[in-house]
């Protein structure tokens, strides 16, 4: 997860992981290096990171105004789509880390071992990647 880790604080000052789950090391991590980072999740959870409740499918879109960039890490499939139409109508980049073997249709980064998928917004100029496979 390094190479995700380096590729959002290299490239975004802002984001929100949705649905962060019991895994907040990509999230803590990336406080540590200096983002503002908003979690979010459809239940409720305890990590080391504060989570607010929300549903990709009816989203609280105030929770993602402030942010650069969107990002999940293993989302399942059927989330992917919510996603995608959350990232568009915001005008967000959308970054997806899914399980090894789950096909993701958008542009794939290799970072630092690390693969993962970027939806550029079309809506507004989007941060090029520091470094593009």
């Known amino acids: 997860m390094q190479g995700l880790i380096e590729y959002l ?13 019991s895994y907040a090391k990509i ?6 290096r200096g983002l503002g980072v908003v979690a979010t999740d459809i239940q409720r ?3 080391d990171i504060p989570v607010v409740l929300d549903d990709v499918r009816a989203p609280n879109l105030d929770l993602y105004r402030d942010a ?4 999940s890490v293993r989302p399942p499939l059927e989330m992917v789509p919510s996603l995608k139409r959350l990232a568009e109508r915001l005008a967000k980049d959308l970054i997806i880390k899914p399980l090894a073997a789950e096909p993701v ?8 071992g690390s693969f993962f998928y970027l939806f550029p917004s079309t809506k507004k100029p989007s941060h090029q990647p520091s470094s593009l496979p």
Do not use: F, H, P
Request: proline share 0%; no cysteine; hydrophobic share 45%.
């Open 27 to 32: 999230a803590m991590a990336l406080q540590e």
């Open 68 to 71: 650069e960039a969107i990002y």
């Open 105 to 112: 249709d958008g542009l794939l980064i290799n970072r630092a």
């Open 9 to 21: 604080s290299s490239n975004y000052k802002s984001v929100v992981e949705i649905g962060i789950g």
């Open 45 to 47: 959870r305890t990590v």
